[in-house]
């Protein structure tokens, strides 16, 4: 049996050539981000994490993000009282 090469799945060995990068200390460093300050909101009666993360973030399933950075403060995230 004779496999013939084909000359479209041959690849050129100019096509693996990558250009090479900068070493580090040639390299710019980049600004850290500025710390943004956490918002505080007060939950008023009747509210939820559900509620606030639709107000906040424009979707309700997002309220987890909003337990998980405040899981030390809210042991229940489906009973949180108003006022906190």
Partial sequence: MVVEEN???R???SALYVE???????VEPIDPLPQKEPEKTILQEG???RLL???LF???EF???IYLENRDK???PNRVPAGM
């Fill in 7 to 9: 000359s479209k799945t």
């Fill in 11 to 13: 690849q050129d060995d």
């Fill in 20 to 26: 090479p990068v900068a070493p580090p200390s040639e």
């Fill in 47 to 49: 509210k939820t994490l």
């Fill in 53 to 55: 993360a639709l107000d």
């Fill in 58 to 60: 424009g979707n309700r």
């Fill in 63 to 65: 309220w987890v993000y």
């Fill in 74 to 76: 809210i042991p229940n």
